[in-house]
């Protein structure tokens, strides 16, 4: 049982480059989302899906897309990384009335 | 969830002593809550939750209270040791319908720093 898997761990764009952080969670969760963490700062809720099919904007989406094609997989796309993108990324999953399981991040770098 | 205050942001307590971390909110319907802590360079971690039919609930040092009157919950750490300095942080999930029910937002939490 992993959890929720985020990969990379660590990543290094270029100002315009574009990608994808990998989530996978393996707990058959209905809710998954995205959070960015600035230094020093709380947790901002990017996107969020409540099922296969389903997602909905949450408090900062601006440059940001997702999908939920299956209910393991919740990727995150940056279009045209721009360094005030520059954070932690995490992952987090859950099951009806339960808490959140996080994934261990991703730490990107715009340069 | 929404419209959730904590407090206080910032605690600084000496190894052995209590900390205690108060979370309010406003949702009547919410009937479950939870407490994650953040270590530094990792993600928050459930480390402990209470529904709305318990007043309370302990695990070893680190105990959960519920107030459904006044709407609050707090997390109670007793002889508090180093490895307890964390960022902690309440974040009941919303209860109103459609894609909502996703909707979670944090608060800033709270910093706890425990001097040896």
């Known amino acids: 049982n992993a959890g929720v898997t985020q990969t990379p761990k660590f990543q290094v764009l270029k100002t315009g480059q574009s990608m994808t952080l990998q989530c996978a969670q393996d707990?058959?969760?209905?809710?998954m989302s995205w959070y960015r963490q600035d230094p020093g700062m709380g947790l901002r809720l990017i996107h969020y899906?409540?099922?296969?099919?389903?997602?909905d904007q949450g408090e900062v989406p601006n440059g940001y897309n997702v999908s939920r094609s299956t209910t393991e997989d919740f990727p995150l796309r940056l279009l045209s990384a721009a360094p005030s993108q520059t954070s932690v990324y995490f992952c987090?999953?859950?099951?009806?009335?339960?808490?959140?399981?996080f994934g261990s991040g991703t730490r990107l770098t715009v340069v | 969830g929404e419209n959730v205050e904590q407090h206080p942001s910032t605690l600084s307590v000496q190894e052995g002593d209590s900390a205690v971390i108060k979370c309010t909110y406003s949702d009547s319907a919410s009937n479950y809550f939870p407490w994650y802590k953040q270590e530094l360079g990792k993600g928050p971690q459930l480390i402990i939750d209470i529904r709305s039919n318990v007043g309370e609930k302990k695990d070893q040092r680190i105990a959960v209270t519920l107030n459904k009157t006044a709407k609050h919950f707090s997390l109670h750490i007793t002889e508090t040791q180093p490895e307890d300095s964390a960022v902690y942080f309440c974040a009941p999930p919303p209860t109103a319908g459609g894609t909502s029910y996703g909707k979670l937002t944090f608060g800033q939490g709270t910093i706890l720093t425990v001097h040896p």
């Open positions: 707990m058959n969760h209905e809710y």
């Open positions: 987090a999953s859950r099951g009806t009335g339960g808490g959140y399981t």
């Open positions: 899906s409540v099922g296969a099919g389903i997602t």
